[in-house]
C-alpha cells in the first residue's frame, strides 16, 4: 500500500513538473515546424517567469501575471524572429542570445524594482494560480483506488496545469487539421515550395514564432506562479533546453513530444523522490547525483535514439530567394 | 477577342551587374503550341522563366499575356494570369502527400479534411481530361521523380495554368518517364493548352515542340519551325562560332599513354546513370578536349578521374598503374602527388575557398608539401612569396594577393588556380572549363599556357562547353551525349557541324 501511495504521488508531480516542459516543448515545435530554430526557450521562458512573478506581485492578480508573461515571451520571440527571418541572422546565436540576455537582466530587474536579491516577493495565494481542488474530490477520497486516483492525481493541479491539457489536442489539431497547419509544415520542410503557391514565407514564420512565444510564455507563467510563489534566479534550470531535447525526441511531433516531456516529468519526479532516501543495496544516493537524472537522460535519448531524419528540412535555415 | 499569342515578350531585359542576363528579348509563343527553348547553360533561359513566372521583375521591355501587358510581383499574379510552372528542382514538400501538396496555397478555408474532400472532387475532372492517374494519398517522398513531376504538372493545372513552362523537364527523367512526359505533353497540346518547353537537349526538341527559339548569351538568336529546323542546325545556333584562335601547336609526335579510361560506369547525384561504358586515352604531349552539351556526363567524368566519384565498374590507369576501379579510388592528395593536377569545373564550388585570402587559395591543396609548411606550422613568408611570384607571372589584378579570393573576377581567378596547378610541374592536367566566365584577354593567356605544356610533352584533358575553344585547343575531340563517347575525332578532321551533329547523338568515329 506504500507503494501504491508513492506512486500516485510520483505521477501527480509527474505532471505538475511536466507542464512547463510540455508547453515549452509544443512553443517549439511550432517554430521548428515553421524552419525556425528556437534554442531561446529557456530565456523566453525565464523571462515569461520573471514577468508573470513581477506583474502578479503589483497587481495582485494572476491574470495579470499571466497577461504579462506571455507578452513578454511574444517580444523575445518577435525580437528572434527579426533577426532570424527578417534579417537572416544566425537563429543559434540569437536564441543563446536572449537566454543570456534574460539570466542577466530578470535578476538585475527584479533587484531594481524588489530590493530582494533578484527575487520578485511572495506572491498570495489569491495572487498566483494554486492548487485547484476539483469537485467531489474531497468526498470521493475514500472510494479505493479509483476515487484516490481521482484526488490525488487528477484533482489538485493549478490552473495552467488544466489548460495544458486543452492545449495539447488544441495545437496537434492546428498542426495536423488545419489549411494553416499544412503551411506551417510546408514551410519548415520547403520554403520555396510555400513561396511559389503565392504564401509569404515571412508572414507564415512570424505566426509561427509569436504561437511559440505564447506558448512558451505560458511554460514561464506556471514556473513562477503556478508551481512557485516567486521569481528566483534561474528557475528555469534548463528546462527550456530539456523541452527542446524533449521534442527532438518527440520527432517533431506533438503527442511523442507529449510523452517525452512526461518522461522527463516523470524522471525529475522520481529524482525528487529519490533525495535522501536510503535505497536498498545502494544506499543513499547523494543529491547531487540524483538531481543530474534528467540532464544525463537527455544526453543519453538525444546520443542514442534520436536521429536527424525526421528534422523539418529547413530548419535553421534563414529563406533567401535566389535574386 | 480571341488572342492568338499565350506570350509575347517585347525587348524584355534583365540585369544582374554588369551581366546582361536578358537582352531585349523578343518571343512571341502563339496559343495551343508547342514552343521550345533551348541555349547552353548560362544563355539565359531561366532568367527568362522567371521573369514570365513573376520571381523576377524585368529591368526593360514588356510581357504580354493574351496580349496584355502585366507586370507581375510575384509567382501568385502570374497564377493568376494563367501561368503555371514546373520547376527543374521540383517546388513539392517531400513528406507531403500528392494531394496535400496540390492543395498547398489554394486550400479554401481553414478545414483541411473539407478542404481536400474538395480538392479531390475537383481533381476528377483534371485528372479524366488530361490521363492522369496519380497515387494522392502517397507521400511524395515515397514517389519517382516522374510520377512527382506529373504531380508538378496536376498541382499548376489545378491553379488555372493554361500556359505551361517546363524547366528542364526530362534533365532528372529516365527515357522511359521522358516518352510518359512527352505523351503528357501532347495531351496538353491536344487540349488547347500551350507549353513552353526549356531544355538544352536537341533531340527532345526535334521530338516534341511545334516551334523553338534558340537562345545565346542572353539574346534570341533564332527561331524556326521544328520541322524546318535540325538538330545539327540547333546545335551550331546554341554553341555560335566564335572568332577562333589557332595555338601555335608543335608537332609532338607518338608519346605514351598516361591516362586511360576502359569502360567505366559512374553513378551521378540523383543516383542515374551518368557514365557509360566509357573508354579513353590520354597520350604524353596531346590535348584531348571532351565537347558535349553540358549535363551529358561531363562533370562525372572529370570527377571519377580526380577521385571525387566512384566507379560503378570498369578501370582508370594512370601511367600504367590502376587508380580506380569499382572497388578502389585514389583520393586528390595522392594523386596530386602522383602527378596529376586539376583545374575544377566549378572553380568557385571546388577550385578556391572564396572567402579565403588570394595568397592562402595560391597554395590550396599543396600547403602539406615541405615547399609550404614544416611540422604543421605554415610558412607564410614563402607562401607570400610564392603568391606574388603568381601575380607577376600570370599578370593577375589587383595586384594584391591580401585580398579575398571572391573580390577577383573570374579571370583572375583561374589565372591564378592555373598557375598553382602548372607550379607542380604535372604529368597529368585535368582542366574543366578553363575559360568558363574569364575576360577575352585571360582566354588567350590560359590557352597558350595550355599549348605550352602541351609542347613541353605532358598529357592534358580538358572538358569544355566552348566548341571554338576545343577546336583551338586540342589535339582529339571525344564527343559525349547522355552519359557515352559518341565518337572521338582528330581534330583536322572536326568542325563545328560535324561535333553539333554528334553533341546530338549522331555516332561516328573517326579516330
Keep these: 500500500m506504500e507503494f501504491f501511495a508513492d506512486l500516485t504521488l510520483l505521477i501527480d508531480s509527474t505532471f505538475r513538473t511536466a507542464t512547463p516542459l510540455v508547453l515549452a516543448g509544443l512553443a517549439g515545435l511550432v517554430a521548428e515546424r515553421s524552419g525556425i530554430v528556437d534554442i531561446g526557450l529557456e530565456g523566453k521562458m525565464l523571462a515569461a517567469a520573471f514577468a508573470a512573478a513581477a506583474a502578479a506581485a503589483v497587481s495582485g492578480n494572476p491574470w495579470v501575471g499571466m497577461v504579462a508573461g506571455v507578452l513578454a515571451s511574444m517580444f523575445l520571440a518577435l525580437i528572434h524572429g527579426y533577426v532570424s527571418i527578417a534579417q537572416r541572422g544566425n537563429q543559434i546565436v540569437s536564441g543563446m542570445a536572449i537566454n543570456i540576455a534574460v539570466a542577466g537582466l530578470a535578476p538585475t530587474l527584479a533587484n531594481f524594482w524588489f530590493h530582494q536579491g533578484g527575487q520578485t516577493p511572495l506572491l498570495g495565494d489569491e495572487a498566483r494560480f494554486s492548487a485547484i481542488t476539483l469537485p467531489f474530490a474531497e468526498r470521493l477520497s475514500d472510494v479505493p483506488v479509483l476515487g484516490q486516483l481521482y484526488t490525488e492525481i487528477i484533482s489538485g493541479h493549478n490552473l495552467v496545469t488544466y489548460l495544458t491539457v486543452l492545449i495539447i489536442p488544441a495545437v496537434a489539431w492546428m498542426v495536423y487539421r488545419t489549411s494553416f497547419g499544412l503551411r506551417l509544415r510546408a514551410v519548415g520542410e520547403n520554403p520555396e515550395a510555400v513561396d511559389t503557391a503565392g504564401i509569404s514565407v515571412t508572414k507564415l514564420r512570424y505566426q509561427a514564432v509569436l504561437i511559440g512565444g505564447l506558448l512558451c510564455g505560458l511554460s514561464g507563467v506556471v514556473l513562477s506562479t503556478g508551481m512557485g510563489a516567486a521569481f528566483i534566479r534561474d528557475m528555469s534550470a534548463g528546462k527550456g533546453y530539456l523541452a527542446l531535447a524533449a521534442m527532438i525526441f518527440g520527432r517533431w511531433k506533438p503527442v511523442p513530444t507529449l510523452l517525452a516531456c512526461l518522461l522527463f516529468g516523470f524522471v525529475d519526479a522520481l529524482q525528487g523522490r529519490l533525495q535522501g532516501e536510503n535505497l536498498p543495496l545502494i544506499g543513499e544516493i547523494p543529491v547531487q547525483f540524483t538531481i543530474m537524472l534528467p540532464y544525463v537522460l537527455t544526453v543519453i535519448i538525444l546520443a542514442g535514439f534520436a536521429g536527424k531524419m525526421d528534422a523539418p528540412k529547413a530548419s535553421g535555415i534563414p529563406y533567401e530567394k535566389d535574386h | ?511
Design chain 2, 1 to 511: 477577342m480571341d488572342q492568338p499569342f499565350a506570350i509575347e515578350t517585347r525587348g524584355l531585359s534583365k540585369h544582374f551587374g554588369d551581366v546582361r542576363a536578358n537582352d531585349e528579348l523578343s518571343l512571341i509563343i502563339p496559343k495551343g503550341t508547342v514552343h521550345g527553348i533551348v541555349g547552353e547553360n548560362g544563355a539565359g533561359k531561366s532568367t527568362l522563366l522567371k521573369m514570365l513566372f513573376g520571381f523576377y521583375r524585368p529591368d526593360g521591355g514588356d510581357i504580354l499575356v493574351r496580349g496584355e501587358v502585366v507586370r507581375f510581383q510575384n509567382p501568385m499574379e502570374a497564377m493568376g494570369k494563367g501561368i503555371g510552372m514546373v520547376h527543374q528542382h521540383f517546388m513539392l514538400v517531400e513528406p507531403f502527400t500528392i494531394l496535400e501538396n496540390i492543395i498547398l496555397g489554394s486550400e479554401g478555408g481553414a478545414d483541411l479534411n473539407a478542404a481536400k474532400a474538395k480538392a479531390r472532387e475537383d481533381l476528377k475532372e483534371l485528372e479524366e481530361k488530361f490521363g492522369f492517374d496519380l497515387p494522392f494519398d502517397e507521400p511524395v517522398e515515397r514517389l519517382s521523380v516522374g510520377v512527382r513531376q506529373r504531380a508538378e504538372i496536376l498541382k499548376a493545372l489545378y491553379r488555372g495554368a493554361e500556359t505551361l513552362i517546363l524547366d528542364e523537364p526530362t534533365a532528372v527523367l529516365t527515357p522511359q518517364e521522358t516518352e510518359q512526359l512527352f505523351g503528357l505533353v501532347r495531351q496538353l497540346k491536344a487540349q488547347g493548352k500551350t507549353v513552353l518547353f526549356v531544355t538544352h537537349k536537341l533531340n527532345e526538341i526535334m521530338a516534341v515542340t511545334d516551334d523553338v527559339t534558340v537562345m545565346r548569351a542572353g539574346k534570341v538568336v533564332a527561331v524556326r519551325k521544328t520541322n524546318e529546323t535540325s538538330a545539327a542546325e540547333l546545335a551550331e545556333l546554341m554553341v555560335g562560332a566564335k572568332v577562333a584562335r589557332e595555338a601555335a601547336r608543335a608537332e609532338t609526335g607518338e608519346h605514351k599513354v598516361r591516362l586511360s579510361l576502359n569502360g567505366v560506369y559512374a553513378s551521378g547525384d540523383r543516383g542515374h546513370t551518368a557514365l557509360t561504358d566509357i573508354s579513353l586515352e590520354v597520350h604524353d604531349g596531346e590535348v584531348l578536349g571532351v565537347a558535349g552539351v553540358a549535363g551529358n556526363g561531363q562533370t562525372e567524368l572529370l570527377e571519377v578521374i580526380t577521385g571525387l566519384r566512384r566507379l560503378a565498374r570498369g578501370r582508370i590507369w594512370y601511367d600504367g598503374a590502376v587508380i580506380a576501379d569499382e572497388k578502389t579510388t585514389t583520393d586528390p592528395i595522392t594523386l596530386r602527388r602522383m602527378g596529376v593536377a586539376h583545374v575544377a569545373e566549378d572553380r568557385l564550388k571546388t577550385g578556391v575557398v572564396e572567402s579565403m585570402s588570394a595568397r592562402e587559395n595560391a597554395i590550396l591543396g599543396y600547403q602539406r608539401e615541405a615547399d609550404f609548411s614544416r611540422r604543421g606550422l605554415l610558412k607564410l613568408k614563402e607562401i607570400a612569396k610564392r603568391a606574388a611570384g603568381y601575380f607577376e607571372s600570370q599578370d593577375v589584378r589587383p595586384r594584391n594577393p591580401n585580398l579575398p579570393i571572391s573580390s577577383f573576377s573570374g579571370g583572375n581567378q583561374q589565372k591564378l588556380v592555373i598557375a598553382r596547378e602548372i607550379s607542380r610541374a604535372p604529368q597529368l592536367m585535368i582542366i574543366g572549363q578553363p575559360t568558363r566566365g574569364v575576360d577575352i584577354g585571360a582566354v588567350t593567356k590560359i590557352h597558350d599556357q595550355i599549348t605550352e605544356l602541351r609542347n613541353a610533352g605532358k598529357a592534358i584533358l580538358v572538358v569544355s562547353a566552348d566548341l571554338d575553344e576545343l577546336l583551338a585547343i586540342s589535339d582529339r575531340i571525344a564527343v559525349m551525349c547522355e552519359g557515352e563517347i559518341v565518337g572521338t575525332l582528330k581534330v583536322e578532321d572536326s568542325d563545328e557541324q560535324t561535333l553539333g551533329l554528334m553533341m546530338a547523338g549522331e555516332k561516328r568515329n573517326a579516330g
